[in-house]
Nanobody, 125 residues
Framework: VQLQASGGGLVQAGGSLRLSCTAS????????LGWFRQAPGKEREFVAAIDRRGRSTDYQTSVQGRFTISRDNAKDTVYPQMNSLKPEDTAVYYC???????????????????WGQGTQVTVSS
């Protein structure tokens, strides 16, 4: 199983980035896809998740209204669209998958099976 994250980069505060994570070696449409981030000196934290059918999403409070997660099961890819970025969004972003029917807030508490390698997002002030 492989999760390949991409799309990170350097952006000014207020700007946007669209990350992507493409999976292989698993039944993508059976999996919840989650995004997490880890800033320097801080613990990894939940950012957003989407259920296997793309009908249910969950967001950390600090990104609610600014980030939108979507998925394309035909392309085995999940996309977090990040708008109105802030310097505090600076972190390494990781995608993760878990084969489950979970929806809603349950998705943030899952023990995810597989993780991508991470992509750096840096927001300058």
């Amino acid at each position: 199983v492989q999760l390949q994250a991409s799309g990170g980069g350097l952006v000014q505060a207020g700007g946007s980035l669209r990350l992507s994570c493409t999976a292989s070696g698993l039944v993508f449409s059976d999996c919840v896809l989650g995004w997490f981030r880890q800033a320097p000196g801080k613990e990894r934290e939940f950012v957003a998740a989407i259920d296997r059918r793309g009908r249910s999403t969950d967001y950390q409070t600090s990104v609610q209204g600014r980030f939108t997660i979507s998925r394309d099961n035909a392309k085995d890819t999940v996309y977090p669209q990040m708008n109105s970025l802030k310097p505090e969004d600076t972190a390494v972003y990781y995608c993760a998958s878990d084969r489950t029917t979970a929806t809603g807030r349950l998705m943030r508490f899952l023990v995810y099976d597989y993780w991508g390698q991470g992509t750096q997002v840096t927001v300058s002030s």
